[in-house]
């Protein structure tokens, strides 16, 4: 069955960086886009950003433009987010998910999340 | 960007209830809007994509309907299980949005 796992979320200092990833597993990982999410403390989802099954194509919401930075590594089945110039408005659970310009597929499949914590 | 507003913010209602909760898109997007529930602790869930197709699993008391900027999900009558956040969300294009989101507590 399809499994995307998160890890790599932690207490970081503001201004530091930190890099997530999530491990698919399940599906051919290859053929499909990946989004990242988060949700921070007692509010709702933000789209954070989405990379092509290639890697070749990358959006970014407007508030980690320039400071994160989606990518992925076919070879292991793998999706990460560099995060970069953390702020504590950053705080959040990253969440990963299958993504795909077809209805039935987009956001279909979820991680759990992996919990960051910026502080000040 | 395209923009989601979703009513009401929250709202207390009885097991056996129906419960309807609105979505509006600052611009057309044809179908183009999934359905969400969120739970403490636990991944978002899918339940309804394309307006109105039921993700597979997921109980017929759950329902969807509209397109182009008013959407709607429909609770037929809620179980226990249910009380939790929904979330609607537009992949007509990017940015993806979500709604503000709905929390659904016990009266």
């Known amino acids: 069955q399809v499994q995307l796992v998160e890890s790599g979320g932690g207490v970081v200092q503001r201004g530091r960086s930190l890099r997530l990833s999530c491990v698919a597993s399940g599906f051919s990982f290859r053929s499909y886009a990946m989004h990242w999410v988060r949700q921070a403390p007692g509010k709702g989802l933000d789209w954070v950003a989405v990379?092509?099954?290639?890697?070749?194509?990358?959006f970014y919401a407007d508030y980690v433009k320039g400071r994160f930075t989606i990518s992925r590594d076919n070879s292991e089945n793998t999706l990460f987010l560099q995060m970069n110039s953390l702020r504590v408005e950053d705080t959040a659970v990253y969440y990963c998910?299958?993504?795909?310009?077809?209805?039935?597929?987009?956001?279909?499949?979820w991680g759990q999340g992996t919990l960051v914590a910026v502080s000040s | 960007d395209i923009q989601m507003t979703q009513s009401p913010s929250s709202l207390s209602a009885s097991v056996g209830d129906r419960v309807i909760i609105t979505c509006r898109a600052s611009q057309g997007i044809r179908n183009d809007l999934g359905w969400f529930q969120v739970k403490a602790g636990k991944a978002p869930k899918r339940l309804i994509y394309a307006a109105s197709s039921l993700q597979s699993g997921v109980p017929s008391r759950f329902s969807g309907s509209g397109s182009g900027t008013e959407f709607t999900l429909t609770i037929s009558s809620l179980q226990p299980e249910d009380f939790a956040t929904y979330y609607c969300l537009q992949h007509n294009s990017y940015p993806r949005t979500f709604g503000q989101g709905t929390k659904v507590e016990i009266k």
């Open positions: 990379i092509s099954y290639d890697g070749s194509i990358e």
């Open positions: 998910a299958r993504a795909s310009d077809t209805a039935y597929v987009d956001f279909d499949y």
